[in-house]
Every structure is written in structure tokens, then in C-alpha cells.
């Protein structure tokens, strides 16, 4: 049962790393001359993942539990800042803190630093209707964190990948209130490192991150928010199959699996002051999953704030 | 005798309601209740003669301001400021200006041109700012 559970366990360490801290952004850029930064804290625990033919009180059906829960901590900075009045630029870096309960096993050895690095273009291409359209491009890597990426504690799987992004947004009055929804759409090409009988490994990655908040007075908005990844291609949960990627030290296997994630949440935002920054709370859990953790939970809090002036 | 005068007076002004005007510029005389609230919600960029809008709000706190955000767009005037707010942030644009006591006209001179303005005034219109009927569809 220990070796079940720690193949269990091995497998469930394979792309939690990669759920943090998505975010719609939507398609208004920022204005020239402004410069927003965003700071965010956040913690992502899971103990169950997909497995299929397993039942688990705990975990439900098709789901098997690990023996210590992983945990990951961290901070997420975010700067943007606009280039003319329709095109802005964006990078964000987080820092990463990743442990569970065995610290002393290789595999979930506590592990500290520098996760996704990401950078991005933004453009508006006008309207559809009240839509409100942008088109961006991108690059992320995980370069700083690839020596670690192998174990069930990393914080990243050291891919890096190029996108290509579509934006959506819409404000409007509804009721007595007003909403404002945003939807992102990216095409990850990420770079191949390894090739296998399915394609090039790591498999291209589909990602959309969506967001429909309601203002229930002019100080709090109050929404829902949607986030999903899903490989396009990757290798099966064959535990033989993944360990010819590697271990835990310099590894491909959590990049090369075949698998996706769905998470819904919930955000509290406090809206600006003259006094006061932009502040947001969200918790998302995970609603869907193929060879990935069940019970993501992620809780996030935010502040954001703008320096400089409108050109 | 001048008090009661004064007290007709006070209350016909209290019970007028204000009015929507624009710059003869604009060419409108009337608009829709859907078109009110794409205007003043930023929604609808320039007139029908290609000329910009340019909104001016009535000052924070008069009964201006409290007719146009609850009367015509069905909003506490508090969460139109924030929604006004939240535009101009996310389109990269600026607020709407702001009449201050000394009027909407007195405003836009001081802020250059007024052509295509619009803007809600106590009634009788600021000449030479012209009423605009709004129709009930």
C-alpha cells in the first residue's frame, strides 16, 4: 500500500505548479504613462488526485488520496504598464514556497524559488458589439526552477513556451448595479525538449482564465471566476512510462503527462479610493481534472495599485 | 407676502425636474431612454453628425446628479461614480468633466471648446444649451 501510495503521490505532484495565479485580464489596456503593479499572496493545498478505478472516501470516486498533503505559499508580483493608447505591455514573477509532510524524501524535499516567469504584449483591436477585443503574444519560462522540477514539491515544470492570446471584456449596467466580465484565451506552444511515440513532449497547452464581476455597492465588487488548462497531448499516468523522464532531480515527467485542470471561484474586490488601493480575495477550487489533483484549493489575496499619470 | 412668494418659488423648483440639454452642435433634440444610457454610460462616442460626445456631469451631491443616475440609468449615484470610474480606468480614457456650481457652460469654456456637450441641468436650460426631450422608448 505504501509503494501504491507513493506512485500515488509521485503522480500527484505532476502539474499542480502550474495552477497558481492564473487571472483574466481582459482586453483594456493600460493607458501610457500609467504603471500598474499588483502584489499577491497565495496558498494552494491538494491531497486527492484523479485515478481511475480507485475509490476513496475521502477523495470520491476515480480518485485516490496521497499520505501528506503538498502545500505551496507564495508571493506574485505583477507590472504593467501602457506602450501607446492600445498597446501595453506586462511581466509578472512569482515566488514559491513548496513543502509537504515528508521533507527528508527527495522527492518532496521543501523547495523555495523563483516560479513562472511570464511577459506578454497586449493590443486592443476594437469592439464586437459590447465585447471589447484584444490579441496578445507572450513567452514564459521556467528556466530558474528547472534543477527542481522533477519533484512532487516543485514549483514549476521548467517548460518554456511561447503564446498567443485573444481577450474579451464587457461592462454594462444590470439592474441596479453594473458588471464588468473578461475572458482570456491562450494557445501555449511550448518547446519541445523530448520527442515520443504521441508528438513532441511537453504537449501544447489550451488555457482560458474568465471572470464575471458584479458591483454590489461602489466600494465591493462580488463575482465568480473560472480557470482552465488543458494539454493537448501528453503521456498517459503509466508510472513506467513517466520515469523514463526522469526523477526527481533534472526530470521532464510532470511536463510530459497528459493533463488538465478546471477550477471555479469566488472574488471579493474592494474597489479603489483616493485613500485606499484596488484589494481582492479569491478562493478557487478544482472542478474537473485529468491526472491532476481533485481538491486544488487555492486561496489568493491581492493589492493593486497605479503610479504615474495618463499621457 | 414675500416670504410666501418665496416659499412658491422654493417649492416649484423643488418639484421641477431637471432636464437633459446639449450643445446645438450636437444636433439633437431628442434621444431615446437606451441612448440616454449609452451616453452617460460611455457607451455611445459621438452624435450622429460625427461630432464627439463630450459628457458634463452635474456637481457630486445635487439633485441633478442623484435624477440622472437614479431616473434615467436606474443606479445609486455612488455606484455610477464608481462604474464612471471603472470605464475610464479600463478604456484607457478620462473621467467625464464635472460642472461646477457656476454651471456647465461656465465649465467647458474653462476646459476649451463645448461642442458636443451633454449634460443635465436644473430647469430652464443654460442657453445656449438646448433641452433634449427624452422619449419614453
Known amino acids: 500500500m505504501t509503494t501504491l501510495f507513493r506512485k500515488l503521490l509521485t503522480t500527484a505532484g505532476a502539474w499542480a505548479a502550474a495552477t497558481t495565479a492564473m487571472a483574466s485580464e481582459g482586453p483594456w489596456t493600460t493607458a501610457p504613462g500609467l504603471h500598474n503593479v499588483y502584489a499577491g499572496l497565495f496558498y494552494e493545498r491538494f491531497q486527492c488526485f484523479t485515478l481511475d478505478g480507485v475509490s476513496d472516501p475521502t477523495c470520491g470516486e476515480d480518485a485516490a488520496p496521497v499520505p501528506t498533503p503538498v502545500q505551496r505559499t507564495g508571493v506574485k508580483l505583477f507590472y504593467r504598464t501602457g506602450l501607446t493608447s492600445k498597446l501595453d505591455v506586462a511581466a509578472s514573477a512569482p515566488l514559491i514556497h513548496a513543502f509537504s509532510g515528508e521533507a527528508d524524501n527527495p522527492d518532496l524535499a521543501t523547495t523555495t524559488g523563483v516560479g513562472l516567469l511570464q511577459a506578454r504584449l497586449r493590443r486592443r483591436i476594437g469592439s464586437l458589439g459590447p465585447l471589447d477585443l484584444a490579441a496578445g503574444a507572450g513567452v514564459e519560462s521556467g528556466f530558474l526552477h528547472r534543477n527542481t522540477r522533477g519533484r512532487i514539491t516543485n514549483i514549476g515544470d521548467g517548460v518554456t513556451s511561447l503564446q498567443a492570446s485573444a481577450y474579451a471584456g464587457a461592462t454594462g449596467l444590470l439592474g441596479p448595479r453594473f458588471y464588468t466580465f473578461s475572458t482570456d484565451l491562450s494557445y501555449s506552444f511550448r518547446l519541445p525538449e523530448a520527442q515520443s511515440d504521441i508528438g513532441r513532449i511537453p504537449g501544447d497547452e489550451l488555457r482560458f482564465a474568465s471572470v464575471m464581476l458584479y458591483a454590489i455597492s461602489s466600494t465591493f465588487g462580488l463575482g465568480v471566476s473560472i480557470d482552465g488548462q488543458f494539454r493537448m497531448w501528453g503521456e498517459p499516468l503509466d508510472f513506467a512510462q513517466l520515469s523514463s523522464y526522469g526523477s526527481a532531480t533534472d526530470s521532464l515527467r510532470w511536463a510530459a503527462l497528459d493533463a488538465s485542470q478546471l477550477k471555479l471561484g469566488s472574488r471579493l474586490a474592494i474597489y479603489p479610493s483616493e485613500h485606499r488601493p484596488y484589494l481582492q480575495l479569491s478562493a478557487h477550487r478544482a472542478i474537473w481534472s485529468v491526472n491532476n489533483p481533485t481538491d486544488t484549493t487555492l486561496v489568493e489575496v491581492a493589492v493593486g495599485f497605479d503610479a504615474g499619470r495618463r499621457h | ?137
Do not use: C
Request: hydrophobic share 40%.
Open chain 2, 1 to 137: 407676502m414675500h416670504g410666501t412668494l418665496l416659499l412658491v418659488i422654493q417649492l416649484a423648483a423643488l418639484t421641477t425636474e431637471p432636464i437633459v440639454v446639449a450643445s446645438p452642435s450636437a444636433q439633437v433634440q431628442s434621444l431615446s431612454r437606451k441612448e440616454v444610457r449609452h451616453i452617460f454610460t460611455l457607451r455611445r462616442k459621438s452624435w450622429s453628425n460625427g461630432i464627439p460626445v463630450r459628457i458634463v456631469l452635474p456637481p457630486v451631491g445635487s439633485s441633478e446628479d442623484k435624477w440622472l443616475s437614479e431616473e434615467l440609468l436606474g443606479l445609486p449615484p455612488d455606484v455610477y461614480r464608481r462604474f464612471l470610474a471603472e470605464q475610464a480606468y479600463r478604456r484607457g480614457g478620462k473621467m467625464p468633466l464635472r460642472a461646477d456650481k457656476a454651471g456647465v457652460i461656465k465649465t467647458v469654456k474653462a476646459a476649451g471648446s463645448s461642442a458636443g456637450v451633454v449634460s443635465v441641468v436644473p430647469s430652464p436650460a443654460e442657453p445656449p444649451l438646448v433641452p433634449v426631450k427624452i422619449q419614453s422608448k
